[in-house]
Structures are given as structure tokens and as C-alpha cells.
């Protein structure tokens, strides 16, 4: 919103959406309607009828209410609008419950009954503010959590990244087909107590239902309870607060409903309306950590805290898969999930919840419109909300200055937020460990949040992540292609043509030219690679379609460019593919559309032979290579026959060398002097096959399927390298650019 050369997308208005006429004529009849719009493909978080503009979250496009005629400004003066909660009368503040403002005189009633009408129309249809001259919404829950609700520093603060927070929790309580949040957080920011008044919000205004709270253990699920969700009850003004049964402080249930002891003869003779007595049933409590905590039960609201530390043996996806169900009705969703943490390590319960947020991904759904989690993720990046860096207009000074800025909570900021993190990272170089931990508690990438510990990895950590960063950094989405081959008119062994696809299997980072495209060579009726002196792949593959309980191991294929003299990047991983498509053929046939495309062989373990068998069967032995490491000659019947090379000791640990050797010339900063590209960085693109590195394991290779396939390329191209001086290119992208965003991968035109 503000940042040019920065991650400028994490809330982007769309202005062609729907006209301007179109929105001002079904605004004016109030034709929108809050929730899911399937036409639109948009969730509508309005719900007046109106809908001032679309914005775009993470993938989801949100309907947000038209402006109204009055907007609050603090002042006239654009330098001093800002937020700033409303002092709360002393003429009300004594009134703590409605039985004592029902004994009030009717005049001081009637004086009232506005403002306490207008409170509950921003609790429900959220707010307005002059910010620095900017006409500024927030949602009602997030008007609830800066006005209403006591945090431990007193009233929050207003951040941007906040409001970001709440507009995009609104749709998902709008979406019909959600069932929450998934929130990738760094620390401090504010999650605890959001969640906590969300659940005030809601519990105060539902009747007959039930709000839970779950939390990496059961102590800190109390806690979250006694310190925060208790105090903001108790803190709301009466018109909010409905009857309460029990201790005014409870240490387990928050129960709204009318105390038994309550109802006497008296009590209700002395009451000028038996409604006042009428209690919402409604309560809030707290669960020990478990695999099964609220099985059974049927929940408004779970508020599930610091979701990313769960430790064995206690599972957060095998909790979600028991409270999702708690959730719904059949196929209704009657309840969702506030979900919401930074993440351990991922093996102390970091590695579920990176699933479980993977899983939530809003563009990627099943046929009935859900995510594999039923929740949507989001990821809200440090700079955002970084305490100390936070300007009185909650918007977060990214930059150094150029003179100091005054903070949110008053003090001057004379350095950027980014410069403050960079330094951080600087001074835990020579700390692996530390540093990791530093990166999950402060992310800049959802990388950086579940970063592992270096303890136990065979490869170099540091050059691993400084690539990853790096892509990170450098707009990826730009740079790799995601999409599937075809055979031209459906036409087999004829040629192949690459299409855009938002769900292709496979991921590229550069296509060759036109002449080097489909260079297949035919002789006596066989085919042979006519690119093989520019490349190779390497491929694990598997032999069964499919596995009891689905999953199994994926197809793993990665293509590879070596030293050469064409036109064409040089030592860069240009393809990859991780999948398990329905059958095992379509996987087969996918290798042999990518191997025909670049004209390049593969290397292939031979212990799974089907697809060796399937390139001999369909032509294409020339292109299975032969084992690098023995002279055919040596070589027996049945690698003679069909090629490929076994999984020995031997072969493992040439396999991993291999690897290794490549990530420290090749991978991350160069540091090389020899190398003309001293000092840049490397062109491996592919983050999950940078990630399959950093954690594998040479003992247990089985699920390393990209670590077995990338590394059979490198050994591939090793062991036909022509000698000469070497000429490492930097980004060589022959290609046109495409955005993957949508159903339909788009051409980026050139501006």
C-alpha cells in the first residue's frame, strides 16, 4: 500500500472489478449481500447492501461497505487524524449492569439510548476514520478491539496490518464455505488479544452457544483465559455485557446466562421487564491440549492459540481433523476457527502446522469450493507489524527516514524497520541455530517463519537459505512458470507444446528457443535426444498408481543444464516436478512430454522400473542414461536392456557429493573469486527442492524424492561434461512471463 520496491501486494485495490456505474446503481438499490457471491466470485463483508470497492487479500477478492456521509475526524487537520479511542462518559461508567441502568430516570435514558444505538451500528457494521487524510474502514470486530477491549498496555494500538487482519477474518466468517483463519504470525503481534476479543465479541451477542479456546498447552489456554478474555468482559460498558452467572473472575467458564439463585420471587417483582432476565446461554471455556479436546461438542467459535507449537504427542492436525468437526452441521458450517501462531522447529510441531497452513491455501479447492483445511491462510510479514516501528498512523516506517518520525506510542523512530532486521541477521551469522529461531519469531517470507534448525543436515544451511531468500526477495512468482505439457492435437510422439496452468504439475524457469525445442532425432525407427550436450534430467519414480490411505511417494523430476555453447543458461535447474497425478501413467507420460520437449536424457533409479520400461516400450531408450559410474561394457543384461542406476551405498553417497559440490559452487552467494559472478547470487528458483535439501536425511532417503531426482541430474551432467572454461550465466529467462494467479496463467506484458 505504501512500498514500491517492497512486498507491495499484501492489499491491493481492484479497480476494475465492477464499474464504477455498475457499483454506484446496485449500491444505490443495496443489491450487495453479506457473504460468499458466487457470480462475483467475491465475499461481500458489507452488510448495509452497499460496497464502496473490491479489495484483494491473499487471493481473496472482498467487497468492502460504500462510504458513508459523515466520517469521523479526530481533527480537521490532516496532520492530526489519526485513531484515537473515545473517552468512555463518567456518566455511564458507574453502570455496570442493565439492572442498575433500568433504575435510572427515564430523561437520562432518552439522553443515551443515541449513542448506545450508534455503538452497536459500528459494532456491526464497522467504522469510518479520517486517517492523515485518508478515509479509512475498519470492520466492527476490529472497532470492538481498539475501543472496547483492556489489553495489558491499556487501550491497543491501531496498526494498518491489523486492519488488514480483521477485514480479512470478516470474510472469512462471511465465507459460507470457510471455516476460519489460519494465521502465519511473528511475535508480538497482537494475536492473543485479538482472538481473545473476538471471542467477547461474538460470545456477547450469540445465544445458546459455546466458544472454546485451545493453546500449546493447557496452562497457557487458562491463562489466555483468566489474563485476557475474563478482563475484557469484565471491562466492556453494561449495554454490551449481558447477565453473567458465577464469579465475576472465573478460572474456567465464562457463563452468560441468568444465575439459578437469581430468580426470585423479588428479583422479578422489581424488574420492569422480564427480558431483562433473559440470559443468552452462551459460554466461553477452556481445553486441555489433545488430540481429542472438544470432540463432541458443537462450537460458535475455537480460538486456537500458538497452533504452530504443539509438541508430540500432542498433534495439531489430528486435533483439527476432531474439532473441524465441531464446526459444522452435515455439510453447514456453523462455527469457525481463529487459528493463529508463529512456528517451533519442525520437529517440535512446526512441520504439522506448516502442513495445516499449506493445506489452507484459498487457491487451491476442492470441488465444493473448499481448501484442503476448510480454513484460509494468511501471512502477514514482519515490517508490517514490528513494535518500535509503527508510526502514530499505525503504518509501519519501513525505510530509515530522512527525518525522525514520531512513533504510536510517542517516541521518535530515526531508523527503518528493515535496516533494524537486516542488522539482526547480520549479527547471527556464525549462529545457525539462532539465527533460524530469529527468522521464526520475525519473518519477512513464509520461508523465513518455518525455517528448521541446522542440527543433523548434510548440506550447506547457509547457502541454502540465502537462496531461498534471495528468491524470495526477487518476485518468483514472475520468475517460474507453473503449467503441463500436451501432445500437439493429442498426437503422440509428434510434438510438444507447454501451456500455462495455475495447477499444472510442473514448475519452469527457462524454455529454449524455437530451435531447440522438440529436438528429437529419429534413426531406424528410434528416437534419440538431440539436446543431450546442453542437459539432463534425473527422475524418482514410483511403480504403484496408488497406496492404501492415498499419499506414497511423489514423482520426482528435476531438469538440469550443464557447461555448453548454445544459447542457453549454463549449470541452472530449469524444471522441476514433484507430484502424484491419479495413475502411474500419467506421471510416465509426463516425463516423456518434458524429455521430447528439451531433447534432453535422464538418469532414473532402476529399482522402480516401470517408467524405464515405458520409455523402451514408447522408443525412447536413447534418452535413459546409462549408470555414470561403470563402463558399459560392465554393465548387466537388464541395464544394458533399459538403462538406470541402483540405489547402492556407494551410489548414495556419490549421489549426495554430487549435490554438495554443486550447492557450494552454485547455490546461494558466490564467493568463488574465479567466478565472473562473484558476489551474485545463484539461479535456483525452485524453493521446495532448496527445502527438500536443507532437510535430508542420507539414512532415510525415501521421502527426499526432489533431494533423489535433482541429484541424479547433477550426476547426470557430471558424467558427460566437456571440458573448457566454464561460463556460469546469470538469470537467462528465454521466455515469456506469466502470472499464475486466477484459474488461467496470464501473460505479464512489457510495459
Known amino acids: 500500500m505504501q512500498r514500491e520496491d517492497l512486498n507491495n501486494d499484501l492489499c491491493v485495490v481492484l479497480k476494475d472489478f465492477v464499474s464504477e456505474k455498475v457499483l454506484k446503481a446496485n449500491s444505490a438499490r443495496k443489491l450487495y449481500q453479506y457473504g460468499y457471491d458466487k457470480d462475483l466470485d467475491a465475499i461481500i463483508i458489507s452488510r448495509d447492501g452497499t460496497v464502496g470497492q473490491f479489495i484483494s487479500v491473499n487471493g481473496l477478492t472482498i467487497g468492502l461497505p460504500g462510504k458513508p456521509k459523515k466520517i469521523h475526524r479526530r481533527s480537521e487537520k ?21 439492572f442498575q441502568w433500568n433504575e435510572m430516570n427515564k430523561e437520562f435514558k432518552t439522553s443515551w439510548i443515541p449513542y448506545i444505538e450508534e455503538e452497536f451500528d459500528r459494532r456491526d457494521n464497522g467504522f469510518w476514520f479520517m486517517n492523515n487524510g485518508v478515509q479509512t474502514y475498519i470492520s466492527g470486530s476490529h472497532y470492538m478491539y481498539l475501543q472496547w477491549t483492556k489489553i495489558d498496555i491499556g487501550k491497543p494500538e491501531y496498526r494498518e496490518s491489523n486492519r488488514i487482519f480483521f477485514i480479512y477474518w470478516e470474510a472469512c466468517k462471511a465465507d459460507n464455505r470457510c471455516y476460519g483463519m489460519c494465521y502465519l504470525k511473528n511475535r508480538r503481534s497482537g494475536f492473543s488479544f485479538m482472538s481473545s476479543a473476538e471471542t467477547v465479541n461474538q460470545a456477547t451477542i450469540t445465544s445458546d452457544a459455546r466458544f472454546g479456546i485451545l493453546s500449546k498447552s493447557g496452562s497457557d489456554a487458562k491463562k489466555m483465559f483468566t ?99 465441531c464446526l459444522r452441521l452435515g455439510s453447514r458450517i456453523i462455527g469457525k476457527c481463529m487459528m493463529g501462531s508463529t512456528s517451533n522447529a519442525l520437529d517440535k510441531g512446526g512441520e504439522n502446522f506448516k502442513k495445516l497452513y499449506y493445506d489452507s491455501d484459498p487457491s487451491t479447492r476442492n470441488s465444493n469450493g473448499q481448501t484442503k483445511s476448510g480454513m484460509y491462510n494468511l501471512f502477514i510479514p514482519m515490517e508490517w507489524n514490528m513494535e518500535g516501528f509503527i508510526d502514530k498512523y ?8 530522512e527525518k525522525p518520525i514520531l512513533s504510536i506510542n510517542g517516541e521518535y523512530i530515526d531508523q527503518g524497520v528493515l535496516e533494524y532486521w537486516q542488522n539482526e541477521v547480520d549479527s547471527l551469522k556464525n549462529d545457525p541455530d539462532a539465527l533460524n529461531e530469529f527468522y521464526r519469531q520475525f519473518p519477512r517470507t513464509e520461508s523465513h517463519a518455518f525455517r528448521d534448525e541446522s542440527k543433523n543436515t548434510l548440506f550447506n544451511l547457509t547457502k541454502i537459505y540465502e537462496q531461498i531468500d534471495y528468491n524470495d526477495s526477487f518476485a518468483i512468482k514472475s520468475t517460474v512458470t507453473r503449467g503441463n505439457f500436451h501432445w500437439k492435437g ?72 550443464k557447461f555448453h555453447m548454445d544459447d542457453a543458461p549454463t549449470n541452472m535447474f530449469f524444471l522441476e516436478y514433484i507430484s502424484r497425478p491419479q495413475t502411474a501413467e500419467i506421471f510416465y507420460e ?22 524405464l520400461y515405458y520409455l523402451k516400450e514408447r522408443g525412447y531408450r536413447a534418452f535413459s542414461l546409462n ?68 532437510n535430508y536425511d542420507i539414512t532415510n532417503r525415501t521421502k527426499f524424492d526432489a533431494t533423489v531426482s535433482s541429484g541424479f541430474a547433477i550426476m547426470a551432467n557430471n558424467s558427460t561434461r566437456k571440458s573448457g572454461e ?26
Open 627 to 694: 549408470r555414470p559410474d561403470k563402463h558399459k561394457n560392465v554393465l548387466s543384461k537388464s541395464e544394458r536392456e533399459l538403462g538406470g542406476i541402483p540405489s547402492s551405498t556407494a551410489v548414495i553417497s556419490v549421489h549426495a557429493e554430487n549435490i554438495e559440490s554443486y550447492i557450494e559452487g552454485y547455490v546461494g552467494v558466490l564467493r568463488d573469486e574465479s567466478n565472473i559472478d562473484y558476489g551474485s547470487c545463484g539461479n535456483v528458483f525452485f524453493n521446495r527442492t532448496l527445502l527438500d535439501w536443507a
Open 394 to 401: 499505525g503504518q509501519s516506517v519501513f525505510k530509515k527516514p
Open 227 to 325: 489474563d485476557k478474555v475474563v478482563p475484557i468482559s469484565v471491562n466492556y460498558p453494561f449495554f454490551f455485557k449481558p447477565i453473567q452467572d458465577g464469579m465475576d473472575r472465573p478460572k474456567s467458564e465464562l457463563a452468560y446466562r441468568v444465575p439459578a439463585s437469581k430468580l426470585t420471587r423479588k428479583s422479578i417483582a422489581i424488574s420492569s421487564n422480564l427480558t431483562d432476565l433473559q440470559g443468552l446461554d452462551t459460554t466461553i471455556d477452556w481445553k486441555n491440549t489433545g488430540d481429542n479436546s472438544y470432540d463432541g461438542e458443537k462450537l460458535r467459535l475455537l480460538v486456537h492459540d500458538e497452533s504452530g507449537k504443539w509438541e508430540r504427542p500432542d498433534n495439531i492436525l489430528n486435533n483439527w481433523r476432531v474439532t473441524k468437526t
Open 490 to 561: 493429442g498426437q503422440r510422439d509428434t510434438e510438444v507444446i507447454f501451456s500455462p496452468e495455475n495447477k499444472g504439475r510442473f514448475f519452469l524457469s527457462w524454455i529454449p528457443s524455437k530451435s531447440l525445442i522438440n529436438n528429437v532425432i529419429e534413426k531406424n525407427g528410434k528416437k534419440y535426444p538431440g539436446n543431450k550436450h546442453i542437459g539432463s534430467f534425473g527422475g524418482d519414480s514410483y511403480d504403484i498408481s496408488g497406496v492404501v490411505g492415498g499419499g506414497g511417494s511423489k514423482g520426482s523430476v528435476h531438469g538440469m543444464t
Open 590 to 611: 509426463d516425463v516423456l512430454m518434458a524429455l521430447h520437449f528439451y531433447g534432453m536424457p535422464i538418469l532414473l533409479e532402476n529399482n522402480k522400473p516401470r517408467l
Open 726 to 751: 566454464e561460463k556460469r550465466n546469470q538469470i537467462n529467462l528465454n521466455f515469456a512471463r506469466y502470472s499464475n494467479k486466477g484459474f488461467v496463467s496470464e501473460i505479464i506484458r512489457k510495459i
Open 78 to 98: 490532516k496532520a492530526e487524524q489519526y485513531w484515537e479511542a473515545e473517552a468512555y462518559s463518567k456518566s455511564l461508567k458507574p453502570i455496570q449492569t442493565i
